[in-house]
């Protein structure tokens, strides 16, 4: 065979291999897309527009000058004192029931209806708890905080009370929103330690774990290691620390389900009282009982009502550790506990707040649904570079799921309502790339965003 017949097959050879994987690819392609933008359709059709006057951040923020807020916060504090953090989680579905949460921060900067102070007084000896969490303990989506709650049912005890010789207790809540193991430590290293406690309580969930200050971890074992590093730091600094295993919901729906992570961590930290929680709750007899404990399909954090639940379980708990007493603090009269423990009532208590305006306009949300929708969608389809290679080369990428062990650039961006200036809300955005738009195929949107009818 000549040296131009043997090319000849060789091409012949190449074409038969490249033609079908290209096509195939094209047809990946254009079916990917499809699946994508298909997807993304159906979650934010089903999702919640989550709407906040203000963040917590104690430093001005970029939404503080748009809105014309003034900030103080206080050197000891975790985010800005005085502050009213108003809520709506807003289904798109108009079919579905809004929520609305108002809290608010203190003196110190912390989440709770009451001032706390620093120094001891001692005309007035106290029993000091520091609570350290995340959003779970420190909660922006409920209308008070459980933390608070605890305090009540403790010192509403007379036999405690006179176990610890008449001492007033209080409890301080240095939940963080968004926080992990890291974070704990450093509510404690900026704030805790000054409180100069007595005993300090860290309250997690499972999904505590993979979180960093930077990027979230993938490896279990990494996470559990980081983890202990940070309690045994914050127990070698402590005179006495109980560490609290909070359950999500699906945890307590099913409570066989297994707590992986924690018993992982039991394991690398045998010294250290771990308490899976829901072998001391009162577990829920149905699913719907369960659902009643969380603000579901609104939130997965815990309802008024599940708080009500959680804390008089803690504070009978803590009762055995402070003083050895049994007590029962389950029918405990509470501030709101009429109001969300009764057959009939509802879970979370009915407030309105700043962003009623919107959370009461079907046509405002469906015109914010819309246009992240149709720009993200824009964004899937017309993706330069393939689908394909990206799942290939990226660990976890599927075009529709933040991947959040990548680089993160955050922004906000302008969605507008309404005819008039201010009917604008502002628009949390990660993009694992430089390039910030929401028609930008790497970037991604929780539909967390900003509202005031003050904004610039």
Request: hydrophobic share 40%; net charge positive.
């Amino acid at each position: 065979m000549d040296l131009r017949g043997m090319r000849r097959k060789l091409a012949y050879a190449a074409l038969f291999v490249l033609v079908p994987a290209v096509i195939g690819a094209t047809i990946f392609e254009v079916a990917y897309r499809l699946y994508v933008s298909r997807t993304l359709q159906n979650r934010f059709w089903r999702a919640h527009l989550w709407i906040q006057n203000q963040q917590l951040a104690r430093s001005e923020t970029d939404i503080d000058q748009l809105f014309g807020l003034k900030v103080a916060a206080h050197p000891r504090g975790l985010f800005r004192t005085n502050a009213n953090i108003d809520t709506a989680v807003i289904p798109v579905d108009p079919a579905r029931t809004a929520l609305n949460f108002s809290v608010k921060t203190n003196n110190i900067g912390l989440l709770s209806d009451r001032d706390y102070e620093f120094e001891r007084d001692p005309a007035s000896p106290e029993y000091r708890i520091v609570v350290l969490g995340e959003s779970f303990t420190g909660t922006t989506t409920a209308t008070y905080q459980w933390v608070d709650t605890l305090e009540d049912l403790l010192n509403d005890s007379a036999p405690l009370r006179a176990a610890l010789g008449g001492k007033r207790i209080r409890t301080y809540n240095l939940g963080w929103v968004g926080g992990g193991f890291q974070t704990f430590w450093k509510e404690f290293d900026l704030s805790g330690r000054h409180f100069d406690p007595d005993l300090v309580l860290v309250n997690y969930v499972e999904i505590d774990f993979p979180r960093t200050d930077s990027t979230h971890m993938v490896d279990e074992s990494k996470m559990v290691e980081h983890a202990a590093a940070h309690l045994r730091r914050i127990a070698g600094e402590t005179r006495e620390m109980i560490v609290t295993a909070m359950p999500l919901f699906a945890e307590l729906a099913k409570p066989t389900l297994p707590l992986a992570r924690t018993e992982r961590l039991r394991i690398a930290m045998p010294e250290l009282p771990i308490i899976d929680m829901r072998t001391v709750l009162p577990l829920p007899r149905s699913w719907a009982e369960a659902v009643s404990w969380y603000n579901i399909p609104q939130d997965a954090h815990f309802s008024d009502r599940g708080g009500e639940l959680y804390a008089r379980t803690l504070a009978r708990l803590l009762a055995k550790r402070m003083a050895g007493l049994d007590i029962d603090f389950s029918k405990a009269r509470t501030r709101y506990g009429h109001l969300v423990l009764r057959p009939a009532t509802r879970t979370t208590r009915k407030v309105e707040n700043s962003l009623s305006p919107i959370a009461d306009r079907p046509d405002a949300v469906r015109r914010i649904y819309e246009h992240i929708l149709s720009e993200t969608q824009k964004g899937r389809w017309s993706k330069r570079r393939p689908y394909l290679w990206d799942i290939l080369t990226r660990k976890g990428y599927d075009g529709i799921v933040q991947p959040l062990h990548e680089r993160q650039y955050q922004a906000l961006l302008k969605i507008p309502f309404g005819p008039a200036p201010t009917d604008v809300v502002h628009l949390n955005v990660s993009c694992t790339t430089s390039r910030i738009a929401l028609s930008d195929p790497d970037c991604y949107t929780h539909l967390h965003m900003f509202y005031s009818d003050r904004a610039q």
